[in-house]
């Protein structure tokens, strides 16, 4: 007899077989009966390659792969077992071998794993007609969750408890049919289930992530929220808190209606935080533990909240939730109980663990959670772990088992624990132990939010009276370690808390190098030392953070003396430099030398570096770098730059006599002493030859001034961009703290990433927003005698994309009135590093590039918006109209040439966002950029040119040829 969840599967699928189920992020969509088709083909495979087997594991980077054999499983009267796509190889051996298990269902290629037959995930050529006819399985799913002997446990849900969950959250939590739930969860933790399953008791879609590791996908995740048509998510509050942090104001554009929290403790703070942005959203903290089944209890969040807590509200219909204390069992207070039709069969293969966490009270099963609870008011409130499990962003874990596996790595009888301390797994020892090898070793073992992020060796371990481990010495021993509050002075606990508050951590080791941290870039540099300036009253270098990196230097900068300029050049006679000169080429040609000898690869170079070389566009970048009075010899830098070279491809690579990328393997780069005064003299004649020699040669040069302990570099153009002067910076401290350079990705990959998603159909498709709506000939034909070099607007927006796109809709309109047109195309210099699939942010090369957007004079702010994002979307996903264009500029296709007509040169004006720039430098900057007007007067009837910044909260623009615009 069928169950009757898949009785329900089978009646939605005949009732709404031609409406769409589900969209990927890519704008493709799915009906049902074209899903249940797929299921079904995957199931026919399912019967001939799982045959003997009743447990299907199955793994895979993409959910949409999860859910159709999940489906297919329960069509074959299987038992569907999603295996997590970051397990270590061992762990996955130790799972199947538990639940006897050889084989799993996978689309990851070869898997490194002992014993098991992998089997790629097919489907049939034919469907199965219908399910199986005899069903003797009552389990719907298993879950491997954290095991204190370090082996997983295999929780089972049965089909009645999933039926019930999953009926009685669409009871509370609406889900209409023009709603969309976004599926965010990886599919190997139990929320995942009531997600991508809403729709048999719901009437929305489903909307997928790209395929990928979870770390890609949820950097998808937060434009999907604001630029998609998402109205169901779940999340941790961690999660939640991030997605807030990265979109801000942006997220009241979002289509959201219903946000379910669940996993850890939800803050008061960040859920009155999101009553106060989305007034209108249905928030809801929920509560419960896989082993009951997903949710046991939820609480509607319809106001602000007053308590010191948010409670987990009241068990669902059909849960029953007691307390446990001394034996006990009571209504008020105590360990949590959870009974009711979600308490799971239990686990696989281990009864007497079962017999322990499952018990029997009045002749009702309950589930013992561990979690410690109290009753108020009619309310639930979690209080906390009655034992060492903890969760970290949402995921439960137990510290015995990471023990287990770092008592692997070290010798018998050595002292040690881990403990949760501020939102992270930290080690303790009292011996000194190699913390690198040992993380080294337990990714071996342990997935990676499972491993310490960082050491503490204590003098011993101290025990409590009872003779049990005195957790309390150790926090203690961790805070003089990493947040030595007694020992800060007073003024350096200002400039903490100043510093933290801007970069928005918890807290910052007094020594820790801020320019390693992940939120640290050149704007918050900025932001930093400005708010040290009005504070302190003093003037400071640009540069100030990069010579004093840490809240110690700081301080001790500040308490010391005020900042005295002095001037130790030195003058040199012409004959003196040009012999220097001559010295710095022959080491430059040495350089270029020594790179020949490596192996090469010819590859292709990106559509900008075409157009720079055919252009005969050159500019060269500097940067400087302080570095630390330990790395004071030659040879340690000549060691630091090496490995620079080897981890930032464009560093070893030229350009061919064709325009062809030519990389080359690794080697050693030799480094000139010099002073910086020489530096200083030469800096001219430097640029000069890194602009004119581009052909077969090496694009930058490194020089090491003594004087100073600094490493000056200069990149061309065609190898870097001023974001990526800050990855070369921060890779050069990591290489200097002994800290991996982890590259998701090299230049080459990029520029593989864009020429394969850049569609040929997409300029066409682009163009038809409007572009072939603006006038072609006479554009400008009003001019203005404007005495302002600039004017300003005030923005209520903070973060660059918004201000990005806000200011361009300011200019859009200023030159619609001014030159009385209906239409007017732009473009905006963006520099586009992650996109919805793949993350380039830490890759070294000029990957900027120019969005085309389209204006008419009667466009609200609004719909602006929503053209710009459309395009935009298209950028994100990789697909650059004008790499189609010119992807083998200077041949341009025949087809491609009206496209670049409309998309490039019947554009009327150009522009480029600079960021922030602090108050004092606002009137340098713009005379800067107003010298410019007389060097593009020429373009002044076809195009204007506009730089613009923010200041504050205004945005400040420069129309370079200025005269065109009234205001």
């Excluded at 779940?234 to 999660?239: E, F």
């Excluded at 962003?393 to 770092?406: T, V, Y």
Aim: some cysteine; glycine content about 4%.
């Amino acid at each position: 007899m069928m169950n009757k969840l898949l009785e329900r599967y089978q009646s939605v699928i005949e009732t709404r077989s031609d409406r769409v189920l589900l969209k990927t992020c890519i704008g493709e969509q799915m009906t049902y009966r074209e899903f249940d088709q797929k299921a079904r083909s995957l199931a026919t495979y399912l019967e001939k390659r799982f045959a003997d087997t009743a447990i299907v594991p199955i793994l895979s980077t993409d959910n949409l792969n999860y859910l159709l054999t999940m489906i297919a499983c329960w069509l074959t009267d299987k038992i569907y077992l999603p295996i997590n796509s970051s397990m270590p190889s061992k762990k996955i051996e130790a799972t199947l071998s538990l639940i006897e298990v050889d084989a799993i269902l996978t689309t990851e290629g070869a898997l490194h794993l002992k014993g098991i037959q992998q089997i790629p995930l097919r489907f049939d050529k034919n469907g199965i007609d219908e399910a199986c006819k005899s069903f003797d399985n009552d389990v719907a799913y298993m879950l491997s969750t954290s095991g204190t002997t370090g082996n997983p446990k295999m929780v089972q849900v049965t089909f009645d408890n999933l039926y019930w969950l999953l009926k009685e959250m669409a009871s509370t939590i609406h889900f209409g049919e023009n709603d969309t739930f976004i599926i965010s969860t990886p599919p190997q933790f139990d929320v995942s289930f009531h997600e991508s399953l809403s729709f048999l008791f719901g009437e929305g879609s489903l909307q997928f992530l790209a395929a990928g590791p979870p770390t890609h996908q949820f950097k998808q995740l937060k434009e999907m929220i604001i630029n998609g048509e998402t109205t169901h998510i779940a999340l941790s509050p961690t999660s939640l808190k991030s997605i807030f942090s990265m979109t801000k104001e942006r997220i009241k554009n979002s289509k959201l209606t219903t946000i379910l929290l669940a996993g850890e403790v939800l803050p008061v703070n960040l859920a009155n935080q999101v009553l106060a942005l989305l007034p209108d959203i249905r928030l809801f903290n929920c509560y419960g533990p896989t082993e009951s089944t997903i949710y046991a209890t939820q609480y509607w969040i319809n106001e602000q909240i007053t308590a010191k807590t948010v409670p987990i509200g009241q068990p669902l219909k059909g849960a029953t939730i007691q307390f446990y204390r001394g034996g006990n069992v009571n209504a008020s207070r105590g360990e949590i109980l959870i009974g009711g039709e979600g308490v799971s069969k239990g686990y696989y293969h281990n009864r007497s663990l079962t017999l322990e966490k499952f018990i029997v009270v009045d002749g009702v099963l309950y589930y013992r959670t561990g979690d410690l609870g109290h009753q108020k008011n009619g309310l639930i409130f979690y209080e906390g772990r009655l034992d060492r499990q903890i969760k970290i962003n949402g995921i439960r874990i137990e510290l015995e088992e990471i023990e287990q596996a770092i008592q692997k790595c070290l010798a018998d009888f050595t002292n040690f624990s881990v403990l949760k301390m501020n939102n992270q797994l930290v080690l303790f020892s009292d011996e000194n132990l190699d913390f690198a090898e040992i993380q080294a070793r337990l990714k071996l073992l342990l997935p990676a939010y499972m491993l310490p992020k960082q050491y503490v060796q204590v003098k011993d371990f101290k025990l409590t009276p009872s003779h049990k481990l005195d957790s309390n010495y150790l926090k203690n021993e961790y805070e003089k370690r990493f947040l030595p509050r007694n020992k800060l002075n007073r003024q350096e606990n200002q400039i903490s808390a100043l510093i933290r508050g801007i970069l928005n951590e918890s807290f910052l080791a007094s020594t820790e190098n801020l320019l390693l941290l992940p939120r640290m870039d050149s704007l918050m540099q900025i932001e930093i030392i400005v708010a040290l300036e009005e504070k302190y009253q003093i003037d400071l270098p640009e540069d100030f953070i990069k010579e004093y990196r840490s809240i110690n230097e700081i301080t001790d900068f500040l308490q010391k003396s005020p900042l005295v300029s002095t001037n130790n050049e030195l003058d040199f006679t012409e004959t003196q430099l040009a012999n220097e000169y001559a010295n710095l080429k022959a080491i430059r040609d040495l350089n270029t030398a020594s790179i020949r000898r490596t192996t090469a690869r010819k590859t292709n170079s990106y559509y900008l570096q075409k157009a720079y070389l055919v252009d005969d566009f050159n500019q060269v970048l500097e940067l400087k770098v302080t570095l630390p009075e330990s790395i004071n010899s030659i040879t340690k830098i000549e060691k630091i730059i090496q490995i620079l070279v080897e981890n930032n491809e464009l560093l070893r690579a030229q350009f061919s006599d064709t325009n062809d990328l030519i990389v080359y393997e690794g080697y050693q780069h030799i480094v000139p002493v010099v002073s910086s005064s020489l530096i200083g003299s030469l800096d001219e004649k430097i640029k000069s030859d890194l602009e004119k020699s581009v052909k077969n040669c090496l694009l930058w040069e490194v020089y090491f001034a003594e004087d100073k302990n600094v490493l000056h570099f200069f990149f061309n153009h065609l190898i870097s961009d001023q974001a990526s002067l800050n990855i070369i910076e921060k890779d050069i401290f990591k290489i200097i703290e002994d800290k991996p350079i982890s590259k998701n990705s090299s230049f080459t990959e990029f520029v593989a990433f864009i020429d394969r998603n850049s569609l040929m159909a997409s300029p066409a498709k682009i163009s038809r927003l409007g572009f072939e709506n603006v006038v072609q000939d006479n554009f400008y034909s009003l001019a203005y005698d404007s005495k302002s070099k600039y004017f300003k607007v005030k923005t209520p927006y903070q973060s660059n994309y918004e201000n990005i796109v806000y200011g361009n809709f300011i200019l859009s309109k200023l030159v619609c009135t001014s030159q009385k047109q209906e239409f007017v195309s732009g473009s905006t210099i963006i520099d586009l590093r992650k996109f919805s699939d793949q993350d380039f942010s830490d890759v070294f090369g000029d990957v900027h590039t120019t969005i085309p957007f389209v204006f008419r004079k009667t466009d609200t702010e609004s719909h602006f918006n929503e053209t710009f994002n459309i395009i935009y979307r298209s950028f994100l996903a990789g697909d650059n109209v004008n790499n189609t264009i010119y992807q083998t500029y200077p041949f341009i296709p025949e087809e491609m040439k009206k496209y670049e007509f409309y998309l490039d040169d019947n554009l009327k004006f150009s522009n480029n966002f600079l960021g922030a720039i602090r108050e004092k430098d606002v009137a340098s900057t713009i005379e800067g950029l107003a010298q410019q007007q007389s060097t593009l007067a020429q373009f002044s009837k076809t195009k204007l040119y506009v730089t613009f910044f923010r200041c504050g909260e205004e945005l400040i623009f420069i129309p370079i040829t200025q005269h065109l615009l009234d205001f």
